[in-house]
Nanobody, 122 residues
């Protein structure tokens, strides 16, 4: 089971840290991605990290502002979001994938957690 948390309301320019916690010990064997869905829009890729913690991968609009990391000892992946913008407002989801490559492709993710709402006010 995946549990996403850490969302909230923040002003533009502020920061939030999202967490994605898993209950399974095999979590460390999976790559993890963050996706987001804004109202009226398709769900889109945000960031991903491979099972080893290497190869972090970001969508271009968040590169340099967001940082994905993982602590396999805690079965948790984090998404540090800095310099938030109103266009970052969305429900954020984490998901796992057995793949190491192509982590921007939503279809490679087989298990999804519930979302956490991030709202950035201008």
């Amino acid at each position: 089971q995946l549990q996403a948390s850490g969302g909230g309301l923040v002003q533009a320019g502020g920061s939030l840290r999202l967490s994605c916690a898993a209950s399974e010990r095999t979590f460390s064997s999976y790559s993890v991605g963050w996706f987001r869905q804004a109202p009226g829009k398709e769900r889109e890729f945000v960031a991903a990290i491979s099972w080893s913690g290497g190869l972090p991968f970001y969508e271009s609009s968040v590169k340099g502002r967001f940082t994905i990391s993982r602590d396999n000892a805690k079965n948790t992946v984090y998404l540090q979001m800095n310099s938030l913008k109103p266009e970052d407002t969305a429900v954020y989801y984490c998901a796992t994938s057995p793949s190491r490559d192509g982590l921007g492709i939503e279809g490679l993710y087989g298990y999804w957690g519930q979302g956490t709402q991030v709202t950035v006010s201008s």
